[in-house]
C-alpha cells in the first residue's frame, strides 16, 4: 500500500542519535522487522525508523490500522504516550513529554468547553458515541485526560519524575537556550546543571555550550555559588541577631544597642551582594 510519511509528525518525538539508529538497523537486519507499523489511513504514526529501514535494505514488514484517532491531537498523545511508557527515554525527554501532553490536553479542554457553550443543545458526554478516546466526558464536562494532568503531583507521576524534577524541567523549558536544551538531551549535562545554567543571559549560555562540557559545568557552579553566598550572608545575620537579643531587655540603652548592631549587620550584607555582583560582571555572568 501507498504509506504517507509526514515529516512534521516524525519529527514530533525526539529523533533517534546515530548510535541508536545504528543499533535498531542492525536489529532489524538480524531479526527482521518484528513490530507492525501502525497507520491512520494511509499515514504512518509510528514505526518511522524501521519503516526507513526496511525501504533502504527491501526488507518486509506488517502494518496495522489503528481505530483510535479520530483528530491528529490524537495521534499525538498517542504517540506522547507510547514514548512515556518506554524505558530507554531519558528524564529529560519524559518531563519535556510530559508538559506537551499537558497543553494538548489543555487546549482540547478549551476547545470543548468553546464549542459547548456557542451550542447549548451539544449532546450529553453519554451521547458521543465519535468521541475519542481522550474525549470520555466527565461529570464537569472536563477530558478525563486533562484532568489527570491537572495538578504538579499527576504531571510528575505521568512522567514517573520527582516535583521537583518537573520543576527543573520547566524552568529549563521556558529559559534555557537551545544549545543548553541540546546539551542536557544529549547528557553533556544534567537536568539541575542545565537549570543552574538557564539562569545566565542567552548571550552567556550560548558562550558556555559553546565551550564545551567543563564550562557548562564550571557555569552552573558560578550559578549556584552566587546564590549560596547571599543565603549563607542573610543566615549568618539572623544567627547573630539572635544571639545578641537573647537576655537583653526590651528598653532602654541595651535595646537602641540591639538595634545600631541590627543596622550594621545588614549594612555588612548589603556590602557583600554588592561585592558578589561586582565579581560575576567580572567573569562575564
Given at each position: 500500500?501507498?504509506?504517507?510519511?509526514?515529516e512534521?509528525?516524525?519529527?514530533y518525538?525526539?529523533?533517534?542519535?546515530?548510535?541508536?539508529?545504528?543499533?535498531?538497523?542492525?536489529?532489524v537486519?538480524?531479526?527482521?522487522?518484528?513490530?507492525?507499523?501502525?497507520?491512520w489511513?494511509?499515514?504512518?504514526?509510528?514505526?518511522?525508523?524501521?519503516?526507513?529501514?526496511?525501504?533502504a535494505?527491501?526488507?518486509?514488514f506488517?502494518?496495522v490500522?489503528?481505530?483510535?484517532?479520530?483528530?491528529?491531537?490524537?495521534?499525538?498523545l498517542?504517540?506522547?504516550?507510547q514514548?512515556?511508557?518506554?524505558?530507554s527515554?531519558?528524564?529529560?525527554?519524559?518531563?519535556?513529554?510530559?508538559l506537551?501532553?499537558?497543553?494538548?490536553?489543555?487546549?482540547?479542554?478549551?476547545?470543548?468547553?468553546?464549542?459547548?457553550?456557542?451550542?447549548?443543545?451539544?449532546?450529553?458526554?453519554n451521547?458521543?458515541?465519535?468521541a475519542?478516546?481522550?474525549?470520555?466526558?466527565?461529570?464537569s464536562?472536563?477530558?478525563?485526560?486533562a484532568?489527570?494532568?491537572?495538578s504538579?503531583?499527576d504531571?510528575?507521576k505521568?512522567?514517573?519524575l520527582?516535583?521537583?524534577q518537573?520543576?527543573?524541567?520547566?524552568?529549563?523549558?521556558?529559559?534555557?537556550?537551545?544549545?543548553?536544551?541540546?546539551?542536557v538531551?544529549?547528557?553533556?549535562?544534567?537536568?539541575?546543571?542545565?537549570?543552574?545554567?538557564?539562569?545566565?543571559?542567552?548571550?552567556?549560555?550560548?558562550?558556555?555550550?559553546?565551550?564545551?562540557k567543563?564550562e557548562?559545568?564550571?557555569?552552573?557552579?558560578?550559578?549556584?555559588?552566587a546564590?549560596?553566598?547571599?543565603?549563607?550572608a542573610?543566615?549568618?545575620l539572623?544567627?547573630?541577631?539572635?544571639a545578641?537579643?537573647?537576655?537583653?531587655?526590651?528598653?532602654?540603652?541595651?535595646?537602641?544597642?540591639?538595634?545600631k548592631?541590627?543596622a550594621?549587620?545588614?549594612?555588612?550584607?548589603?556590602?557583600?551582594?554588592?561585592?558578589?555582583?561586582?565579581?560575576?560582571?567580572?567573569r562575564?555572568?
Amino acid at each position: 500500500m501507498n504509506i504517507t510519511v509526514n515529516e512534521d509528525l516524525k519529527a514530533y518525538i525526539d529523533p533517534l542519535t546515530s548510535e541508536e539508529y545504528e543499533s535498531l538497523e542492525r536489529s532489524v537486519l538480524n531479526e527482521g522487522c518484528r513490530d507492525a507499523l501502525v497507520l491512520w489511513g494511509n499515514l504512518l504514526v509510528d514505526g518511522h525508523n524501521r519503516y526507513a529501514i526496511c525501504q533502504a535494505h527491501g526488507l518486509p514488514f506488517q502494518t496495522v490500522q489503528s481505530t483510535l484517532f479520530k483528530t491528529i491531537d490524537d495521534v499525538h498523545l498517542w504517540m506522547i504516550d507510547q514514548h512515556l511508557g518506554r524505558r530507554s527515554v531519558s528524564d529529560f525527554q519524559r518531563g519535556v513529554l510530559a508538559l506537551r501532553k499537558r497543553q494538548l490536553v489543555a487546549e482540547r479542554a478549551a476547545r470543548m468547553h468553546a464549542l459547548q457553550s456557542q451550542d447549548a443543545s451539544a449532546p450529553d458526554a453519554n451521547d458521543q458515541v465519535d468521541a475519542s478516546p481522550w474525549e470520555e466526558a466527565t461529570s464537569s464536562n472536563v477530558p478525563v485526560v486533562a484532568q489527570s494532568l491537572s495538578s504538579r503531583d499527576d504531571l510528575a507521576k505521568a512522567a514517573r519524575l520527582s516535583n521537583s524534577q518537573m520543576l527543573l524541567i520547566e524552568k529549563i523549558q521556558k529559559q534555557a537556550a537551545p544549545e543548553v536544551v541540546a546539551a542536557v538531551k544529549s547528557g553533556v549535562i544534567s537536568i539541575n546543571a542545565a537549570a543552574a545554567v538557564s539562569s545566565l543571559s542567552t548571550e552567556d549560555q550560548v558562550a558556555a555550550a559553546a565551550a564545551g562540557k567543563e564550562e557548562l559545568k564550571q557555569a552552573a557552579k558560578r550559578v549556584r555559588d552566587a546564590k549560596r553566598k547571599p543565603r549563607e550572608a542573610a543566615s549568618e545575620l539572623a544567627e547573630q541577631v539572635t544571639a545578641d537579643s537573647e537576655g537583653v531587655d526590651s528598653t532602654g540603652d541595651e535595646l537602641q544597642t540591639l538595634r545600631k548592631r541590627v543596622a550594621t549587620l545588614e549594612a555588612e550584607n548589603a556590602s557583600l551582594r554588592k561585592q558578589v555582583l561586582t565579581l560575576l560582571e567580572k567573569r562575564g555572568l
